[in-house]
């Protein structure tokens, strides 16, 4: 509980209701730094909680014609992952919804930005044909490990070379996502480019490199 306390308690203060959790804008730096929009494909991302995220993703994707497909269960008590001290992801997101329908929050949210798909399923029983490339990825569904290995199967067949894929919650107070990510990293090594940790934000970013990506 203290956790829960004080990590509402960071964000109460940095941002916002209805914003993302992330902090997306530093996602969005570098997107424009690497010039994604150069390559053909879409935005995804899994686990868009309130829709805050959403919105800059697809503000930005507009300008290039492309879309931003947001897989979310749209169940705030589904993940019931816990940091070491007990506190788990569906109290914290209770916490945040103070008793509004989560669906609702993040409709009202997307509202009028016509390139967003949403898919309201458990990212489980999501997947993509092999024509559907992707630009950029960004996964923070559920925290469980097989959901995380899950949700990277999603995007990096379907990531296009140069591309990026994101995770949230490395390097912080849910050691199995970063066990897993590490895992990940290790097993794709020679399809990885580059990556890079964004420390504040527990990001990680990995790229994609030539010749492997999706043509
Ligand atoms: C940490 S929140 C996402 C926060 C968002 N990225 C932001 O910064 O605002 C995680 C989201 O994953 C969703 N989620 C949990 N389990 C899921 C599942 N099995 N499939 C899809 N989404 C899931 C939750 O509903 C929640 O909205």
Avoid at 45 to 53: S, V
Avoid at 157 to 182: K, M, Q, R, W
Wanted: glycine share 8%.
């Amino acid at each position: 509980m203290q956790t829960l306390r004080r990590f509402l308690r960071s964000l109460w203060l940095q941002k916002p209701l209805t914003t993302d959790f992330v902090g997306y804008e530093v996602l969005l730096d570098f997107i424009k730094a690497r010039a994604l929009h150069r390559l053909e494909g879409d935005l995804i991302e899994i686990g868009c909680f309130m829709g805050g995220g959403t919105v800059k993703l697809a503000r930005y994707a507009s300008k290039y014609g492309k879309r931003v497909f947001a897989i979310d269960v749209f169940d705030p008590t589904a993940d019931v992952t816990a940091t070491p001290d007990g506190t788990r992801m569906c109290d914290i997101y209770l916490a945040f919804l103070e008793g509004r329908s989560q669906l609702e929050v993040y409709e009202q949210a997307v509202r009028g930005l016509d390139n967003v798909v949403t898919i309201k399923q458990d990212s489980k029983t999501v997947s993509f044909p092999a024509e559907q490339k992707f630009i950029f990825g960004f996964i923070d569904g559920n925290h469980q490990p097989d959901y995380v290995r899950n949700d990277f199967n999603i995007i990096w067949p379907n990531l296009v070379a140069s591309g990026v894929l994101g995770f949230h919650d490395y390097n912080t107070e849910l050691p199995e996502v970063t066990d897993c990510i590490d895992a990940l990293i290790a097993e794709h090594t020679d399809e990885i480019s580059e990556t890079k940790e964004i420390k504040p934000q527990h990001i990680i970013l990995m790229v994609k490199g030539q010749g492997v990506g999706k043509v």
